[in-house]
């Protein structure tokens, strides 16, 4: 544990992404394996959920370290981190503990989930007292789930391979799936990582996706994509759909479906397992989950709002009713493996051509190609374009017609650019103000926002929230804000202050649906602040009405 202690202290002193690769080297040269296999998994991204009740946690460290629970709660809100907080308070100890992250975690983290309060009181300050106060910091913050540091999953790709002396994409190509909680880390999966390449590699892969190939966001104006793109016909061009992306892996006679955050969701969409049937082995097929089904008994089935997937997304459960209310088919656009062979070095037209014959052969009503679009010049699918918001999709994608499917968001085996409608927005009124996280722990950054619930001149006028966001500021601006914040604070709800409404905010979100669970009786979906309108004054913020129009 000290020693992944350590790590994180290097990693989180340094902007430097040289000075990073160097601290994940250093560590990964002399860690053994099965420790190595966990900090592989913490760095590049992996969640587990919450070992230990958060309010549990705050009682025993207030009761250790003696304060009153009024200046426990005043000095979290302080600092902003609990795990931090709870190492500066808790009595300092030296670190008397020689067991490695591997050690700690399997045989004295993890086996604290779901212990009772009682045997949680007498086990959790045994533990603590062997750590020193940094390796108390990373303890706690593996007990609470909220580990991270600013390392990328690319980088610590890098380090492997560098140390390795492997290539960083065959090193990336191993590691999808690594973060996947239904596989623990271990000593055997962490080697595997990194041993030599071998003839048969491929062919032992199981279910194990591609990594995702990512596409790059085009805004410049239509008017200057000749200069930019070249000619219109040298690229495949498709709409953006609002759904989950996903890999579609057929093997040994069975099907895994993943998620592009690498999560396996086999069981979330049951209607799709038919497909054993309907593929051959040795085909992995990219595409996007949405909802697939007739807006009404007259129509054919069609691309539904992304709202309504949701809907299944939310439950733990999956019942005969939600699965006919709101059937999924997969709109498919790539092929990265066939016949078991890796596709991926083959251009996109060729890999599109073969596509449709794979998908013609599967005759399976919930695998739908996705349209290729037509358009004479770039100004006839910007012209298209315009349609997106009635159809329910985010824009379009371009895909160059000679490009390979690449690794991650990368240029080097060709691009695809996602060229994406503009954000609906509204100006909204910033009413709860909460401090952030991590650089921004001292400062309040996430915000609550709100809008009128009626126009202009009704006699009576009340701001209602309806979205939450902490994107889009410069750092000056978000200072700025925290001082106002501070200086017309009128109450304060635990770590969430209200203040006198006073700022107005240009918010944009890239979609809006009906929803039972808020005040406003609308969602908004990734919602981020566009700018500070300096120049408008509360009264001239935005009501209910115009995101009902927009909803609309």
């Known amino acids: 544990m000290k020693a992944f202690a350590e790590l994180y202290s290097r990693l989180d002193a340094t902007t430097s992404s040289n000075a990073k690769l160097a601290a994940l080297q250093d ?14 998994y913490f760095l590049a991204g992996g969640r587990p959920r919450q070992l230990v009740p958060s309010r549990l946690l705050r009682e025993l460290a207030v009761r250790l370290s003696g304060l ?22 808790l009595p300092e100890n030296p670190h008397s503990s020689d067991a490695g992250l591997a050690f700690w975690l399997e ?26 106060q940094q390796s108390l910091m990373v303890c706690l913050k593996l007990i609470t789930g909220s580990f991270r540091v600013g390392v990328s999953k690319l980088l610590v790709t890098r380090a492997l391979a560098q ?51 990512l596409a790059h966001s085009l805004q410049q104006p239509a008017d200057q994509f000749d200069v930019l793109l070249g000619a219109v016909e040298d690229w495949q061009v498709e709409w953006k759909w609002d759904g989950i992306r996903a890999q579609l892996v057929k093997r040994e006679g069975r099907l895994w479906i993943w998620s592009r955050g690498e999560e396996l969701v086999s069981e979330r969409f049951p209607e799709l397992h038919s497909l054993v049937e309907s593929l051959p082995d040795g085909t992995v097929i990219d595409g996007e989950i949405v ?32 699965l006919e209310d709101v059937p999924v088919a997969v709109l498919v656009y790539d092929l990265l493996e066939w016949q078991g062979h890796d596709w991926r070095s083959r251009s ?27 358009g004479e010049t770039w100004a006839d699918l910007a012209t298209q374009r315009e349609a997106s918001r009635r159809l329910g ?20 085996m060709g691009v695809w650019w996602k060229w994406k409608v503009d954000p609906f927005s509204v100006d909204a009124v910033l009413i709860y103000a909460q401090a952030g996280h991590g650089r921004r722990a001292s400062l ?95 009264d001239e913020a935005d009501s209910l009405a115009t995101l009902q129009d927009l909803l609309a």
């Open 68 to 89: 009153p629970e009024w200046l426990f709660e005043e000095s979290y809100q302080a600092v902003g981190d609990m795990a931090e907080t709870f190492s500066l308070l």
């Open 107 to 132: 045989e004295l983290l993890l086996p604290l989930r779901g212990l009772s309060p009682e045997a949680l009181g007498e086990r959790l300050p045994p533990l603590w007292a062997q750590l020193d």
């Open 348 to 374: 996109q037209q060729e890999r599109r051509q073969q596509l449709e014959q794979v998908l013609l052969q599967a005759a399976a009503p919930c695998l739908q190609l996705s349209p290729v679009l037509t």
């Open 444 to 538: 309040y950054s996430d915000y609550t926002f709100a809008v009128w619930d009626n126009p202009p001149g009704s006699p009576q006028r009340t701001l209602v929230p309806f979205a939450k966001a902490y994107s889009g500021l410069t750092d000056e601006e978000m200072r700025k804000v925290d001082a106002i914040v501070r200086k017309t604070t009128v109450e304060k709800f635990g770590p969430v202050r209200s203040v006198t409404p006073t700022l107005v905010f240009e918010l944009g979100f890239e979609g809006i649906a009906l929803s039972k669970r808020h005040k406003s009786g609308i969602a908004v979906r990734f919602p981020r602040m566009l700018r500070w309108r300096l120049d408008k004054s509360v």
């Open 163 to 213: 140390m390795a002396d492997l290539d960083s994409k065959r090193v990336a190509q191993r590691m999808v799936g690594y973060t996947d909680l239904s596989h623990q880390p271990t000593a055997e999966r962490y080697l595997k990582l990194i041993a030599p390449e071998s003839a048969d590699e491929h062919a032992q892969r199981g279910g194990q996706p591609y990594q995702f190939f």
């Open 27 to 40: 560590y990964f040269v002399h860690a053994a394996p099965a420790d190595a296999a966990w900090a592989v």
């Open 393 to 412: 999709v985010e824009g379009m994608m371009l895909k160059a017609r000679d490009s390979l499917y690449g690794v991650g968001r990368t240029k080097d």
């Open 291 to 322: 909802v697939w089904k007739a807006s009404d008994e007259a129509a054919a089935p069609s691309v539904q709002p992304f709202a309504l997937l949701q809907q299944r997304i939310g439950r733990k459960t999956l019942g005969k009713k939600i």
